[in-house]
């Protein structure tokens, strides 16, 4: 199982908000996609010595 199944499974599980738990997956996959452009077009990694 992924990582996402897995934490689906145990939110589904303890009966938790599921709108909460996509707002969060949604957030960090966003957050990960916008961070991975930056660096694209960037053309460094955050803290990269090429940055400088």
Do not use: C, H
């Not at 997956?25 to 957050?31: K, Q």
């Not at 996609?33 to 960037?42: K, P, R, T």
């Amino acid at each position: 199982m992924t990582q996402f199944t897995t934490e689906l499974l145990n939110f589904l599980a303890q009966k938790q908000d599921i709108d909460e738990f996509f707002r969060t997956s949604l957030e960090t996959a966003m957050n990960d996609l916008l961070q991975a452009e930056l660096s694209a077009f960037l053309g460094y990694e955050p803290y990269d010595k090429l940055g400088y």
